[in-house]
């Protein structure tokens, strides 16, 4: 069997590993991917290990708000759960990626609650469903009105530490190990702070779990935590792994609006709020999402986030409103408690005020390009969640689909690892990595380039983008690669190894990508929108871009022929 991609050789200029310990599988990320895949593994008996970059419960999961998206109500079915989200794709869906998805995430979700996730329930004693934006019917499970994430987090966190799985928190990932014949043999991270690892050290394993989530800190404002900075994206490409679909980042139309100069992460104004009723308008009191599409505010994200940016364009605007007074204290205190309380915190209150919100970046459709079974184009190496390019999501992820796919493709990875090492006896045999790099393969960026790469891609590459806002932040990005770059291969210097560099050098590592895709894309699709390519192109765009990192640090940027990806290299028959 051959590979589409070769380890390109580059590693992230770290310390030799001081410390290490062995596995089958190592997933890397402790969100309902991770979590979920983890504790399949350990199902099955296999020695499983968690790393996670803060603690186990501190990943985007848990800033889920609105819900869980499948076909749980009555008359609601896996094909019109598939419809709406092939619509919200645009085009670019992969179509068995998501019958997939809608066909197993109903019995996905009971395995959920099994374990021990509770849901909003009726006063009839079924699950509560909601509806959020391009959902013809309501299929949203939620909990704690708004808290379905956390509560998520919270079940799956309990399950992990009452069985008893090794985890390391608060561990940065480096970069995947591979043998010599190019499988996976493990990662090397660091662990901050004290506990029963520190600094730099390996875990040695045949399957890697990439959950790392999201890369929204590539932007100035976002609803992602802090730790969302593409470090499995970034590890992925060092390895020779393909990306996908990067242009296609979601901008969440309603974010609550804390300044033209706001930066970080950002509150997040559920779509569940408009899917009870809320509605949009300009200070002025206008409804303006009415007649722009049948679903006015319950439109897909990105038809909703243009509508708004019009609007504000129009009027001059920083801002529009969402205005849900008419739900009154009771229907926002026990539906929305989360979100009245945020709002509250900045002195905003939803039940007397309208909400000033705008939009921001949110979730990644794209990612590491994957098959069915959540393979990538590196053997052993999975991905799965945000991080992860299924073809699920297309140009625009349907609302709330996003847990119901780690939920999905985890279990599914999960199964192709057991498979794997009843068939292979992987217990027995834990690849020998190839030695640590003497010298550092790829220059470190100094802590404060990460608030230049954030404002050249909300400059350049945000929710309104045109050849020459794309240009100038292909240049300003170029730069900062090009003065490391120098600086390392010219001079033998690099910035100090630590978690600010490591950060700032894999958000750069996928500023490059996104915005090569970007530029490359000359269409309006899906959450990309490019003011000067204002229409859909499927004649020569309804394909993906793929790319992958060249050992000279080069990008190799090709097209896909269909909107179906092709198989990953482990998705092909034996060659002879």
Request: glycine share 10%; aromatic share 4%.
């Amino acid at each position: 069997m051959t590979s589409t991609g070769t380890s390109t050789g580059i590693r992230l200029h770290a310390p030799a590993p001081g410390w290490s310990v062995t596995a089958d599988v190592v997933v890397v990320g402790s969100g309902v991917a991770g979590l979920t895949a983890a504790l399949r593994c350990d199902a099955a008996r296999l020695r499983t290990v968690v790393v996670t970059k803060a603690r186990l419960d501190d990943g985007s999961t848990r800033w889920a708000q609105g819900g869980i998206a499948a076909a749980l109500g009555e008359g609601d079915t896996p094909e019109q759960h598939l419809d709406d989200t092939l619509v919200a794709g645009a085009g670019l869906c992969d179509e068995d990626a998501v019958r997939i998805l809608v066909t197993e995430g109903p019995d996905a979700v009971r395995r959920l609650i099994e374990t021990g996730a509770h849901f909003d329930e009726s006063e009839e004693g079924g699950l509560e469903l909601t509806r959020e934006g391009g959902h013809h019917r309501r299929r949203i499970a939620h909990a704690g009105g708004d808290a379905t994430g956390a509560e998520i987090s919270r079940a799956l966190v309990e399950a992990v530490r009452a069985r008893g799985l090794r985890t390391v928190e608060n561990a940065l990932v480096l970069d995947l190990l591979t043998d010599t014949d190019g499988r996976t043999a493990g990662v090397t991270l660091h662990v901050m702070g004290e506990g029963q690892h520190d600094g730099v050290g390996a875990v040695h394993a045949p399957a890697v779990v990439l959950a790392t989530g999201g890369m929204g800190q590539v932007f100035s404002a976002t609803t992602n935590p802090s730790v969302s900075t593409g470090d499995g994206v970034a590890l992925a490409l060092r390895a020779g792994a393909e990306v996908s679909d990067l242009e296609f980042v979601q901008f969440h139309p309603t974010v609550l609006f804390l300044g033209a100069d706001a930066e970080g992460q950002q509150p997040l104004v559920s779509e569940a709020v408009r899917g009870e009723g809320a509605h949009l308008v300009d200070a002025g009191g206008v409804r303006f999402m009415t007649g722009q599409h049948e679903l006015a505010e319950l439109a897909p994200r990105d038809i909703v986030a243009k509508g708004i940016m019009r609007r504000m364009q129009e009027q001059d605007a920083e801002h529009m409103y969402l205005d849900a007074r008419h739900f009154g204290a009771h229907m926002w205190e026990h539906r929305f408690p989360t979100i009245l309380a945020a709002c509250r915190a900045h002195g905003i209150d939803p039940v007397t005020q309208p909400v000033p919100v705008a939009p921001a970046a949110h979730y990644a459709s794209g990612g590491v390009r994957t098959d069915s079974r959540g393979r990538t184009t590196v053997p052993g190496l999975y991905a799965c969640g945000e991080v992860a390019c299924t073809g699920v999501h297309g140009a625009n992820r349907l609302a709330s689909n996003s847990l119901l796919e780690g939920l999905v493709y985890a279990e599914r990875i999960a199964a192709d690892i057991v498979g794997g090492h009843e068939e292979n006896s992987l217990h027995a045999r834990v690849p020998a990595p190839v030695a640590h790099p003497e010298k550092p393969a790829h220059p470190l960026l100094a802590p404060e380039a990460r608030f230049a790469i954030q404002r050249i891609m909300t400059d350049g590459a945000g929710v309104l983008r045109s050849a020459a806002s794309l240009e100038t932040a292909a240049e300003r990005i170029q730069q900062l690669h090009t003065e490391a770059r120098d600086a390392l291969d010219v001079h033998g210097k690099t910035a100090e190894p630590g978690v600010d560099t490591w950060e700032a050098t894999n958000l750069l590592c996928v500023a490059r990508v996104l915005v090569s895709a970007a530029r490359l894309r000359e269409e309006t699709r899906g959450c990309h929108w490019r003011e000067d390519k204002g229409e859909r192109d499927d004649t020569n765009w309804r394909r993906h871009i793929v790319v992958r990192l060249n050992p000279d640090r080069t990008l190799a940027v090709h097209t896909t022929d269909t909107p179906d990806f092709p198989p990953t290299q482990q998705s092909r028959p034996q060659e002879q």
